[in-house]
């Protein structure tokens, strides 16, 4: 009798995934398990804490996917996440589009074939910073001309019609590719930060399971607040924190509660999310029913856009302290918002990216073409070397000990400190504010074979070759005490104790270290070592003098008024601004079309706006924040190529940062614009092994 109540008394956790969350088939025809319960993700019936990374297919080109993921994979992501933009496919009311960079079913494929699970972003609106937030525009139109059938988000019967055919649509695309198929889509969201009502969520769901989305688990974003109940268990509410957003309306440096990302806190809810159309006063506290589900985020600051009125420029500092401050807080899964970047689609008719000229979604003025989002690998892949690198060691901790960690509450929590179990974690870092602040993970009694770590003033790094690495902490002295014995460690050097064997590298070695089937490798070129098959390649890129002659055929007329746009921010330049820009023509004569797949122009200048334009074609442009602008070489080889810049007037009604406030302020009558150089980028791909 003893057995069997104790059977009836564990029976709720054991059927937790099942009873509790009302999701769906969680087993592969492999037998493998993915479940998710109170805590975080179960797999196989052990606990996990993956690692969620933004990348947007139709933002990226075709042949560069298995590429771009492997080095995601890299950088410790386990996990892809990936908008399905309506207008990208439907663009004409019956017309769809799956081909190329478009083709969802070899991009799901690919993650697949890599080993990479995938957590579909279907909309209906979708936001991702795209023209109407992926809502095509006939669509827009129909919920104009009848609102009682089409209005958008909502239950409208003629809405939902269309909804319903857009899903099917993803659908057909993805048959196949599912969990319970073999396949690696294990997810999809739901809309995406809509208040409700949850008859409307509801009816989403209901739409997707009909039609064949059976899978592990459903999400939506967990901001804003939900206006009247949720059926509880039958969607996950997933959070997020941003270091900046290009969204707000202030002129001012880190307003609002932006610092508040860099503290470790009760709630999981963030004020500072699209403020521009939720607003500044945003709640965040919780309901106790939204603490009973686990805490995920989705959209963790991995980089962040400049929009035309607010040239936020990313250090790429700001990444790992938000996580440190999420893991400390209680949450098992870091999710990135962007992780990679991308370019947006060409459309002759007007710019694929969200504008204050459209009637829905037109908040910001965005880039025509990039995407770039300073995350840790860029609109061409390139890595920011320092979000890309310390996330990677961060990331590499929990694949090593997260197992241990989503287990563990939240014992201590101050502003800057956290303990979870054998876990501390300190942040006292905050961008701009605080730059010279520091962001770690020490362990404070892990059980390591039969010692016990007791303290340590260095990161957990990993475990490999039999040996427990860890990172320096930059001007900590590099001690462990192992059962009571203090260990002074010299950097680089193995040492023993207590049975164990230790190792503290130092940051700069870190930065080269990946850890590849068990064990330790190290970058020759402090680039990015992924496995290609049996061979492991790294992937280094390298700035060199280019001798590209950039002749000026055009001087810039005086800087134009800036009008403000719909949303009282100031208005991006129109394509007859660029009639009277400062106009260069580039000579490339001296590159073939067989030698550019892998290299890039690093335009250097200084202005408000630059575009470039091959044969008269749109290929790229750039909102100035102090970075240089890329280009792709392979658009402009054979063609007559011309680069636009747009002077910058020191009135303009624009937020830029403290340095580059500085070079308006000093520039010759109050205007910027200058080309200063042009650079070759060039990515290198070395097969090590």
Known sequence: MKKILLLFALLPQILCAQTTFKFGTYTNPDGRILQVDSRGFVFDNKPIIPVMGEIHYARVPEQDWRREIRKMKAGGITVIATYVFWIHHE?????????????????????GEEGMPVVLRVGPFCHGEVYQGGFPTWMVQKSIDHPQQYKLRSTAPGFLAATNRLYNNIFAQVNGLLWKDGGPIIGMQLENECRGPWTYYAALKEMALKIGFDLPFYTRTGWPKLNGKEVFGEILPLYGDYADGFWDR???????DYPKAFIMKDTRLSAVIATESLGTNQSTEMEQSDLSYPYFTCELGGGMMPAYHRRINISGREMKPLAICKLGSGSNLPGYYMYHGGTNPYNPQHTMAETQATSVTNYNDMPYMSYDFQCPLGEMGQPLDESYHSGRLLHQ?????????????VDTLSDHYSRRGAFEFYNDYVRILHEQGQSYCTFRGMKAGNATIDWTTVEPFCQADGTLYFIEIPGKKPQISINKKVYKAKLNKPFSAAGLTLCVLSKDKAYTAFKIDGQLHYAQHHGILYKDGNTIVEEYWQTTPCDIKATQTQSAAAPRKVQLGSQKVAAMPTNADFEKAA????????????????????????????????????????????????????????KKVELCILPLAKDYPIYFQAPQRAEIEKAPNGILLSLDSIELLTRHTLRVH
């Open 583 to 638: 106009i260069y023509a580039l000579d490339l004569t001296s590159f073939t079309s067989n030698d550019n797949a892998d290299q890039f122009l690093k335009i250097n200048y200084k202005g408000d706006v630059a575009r470039v334009y091959a044969n008269g074609k749109l290929v790229e442009d750039n909102f100035w924040n102090g970075k240089p602008m890329l280009v792709r070489l392979a658009d402009l080889i054979g």
């Open 397 to 409: 901790m929990l694949a090593d000990w997260g197992d241990q960690l989503s287990q563990m509450d």
């Open 250 to 256: 202030s002129m001012a440096d880190m307003p609002g």
């Open 91 to 111: 663009y004409e009311e019956g017309h769809w589009d799956w081909s190329g960079n478009r083709n969802l079913h070899r991009f799901v494929e690919i993650c």
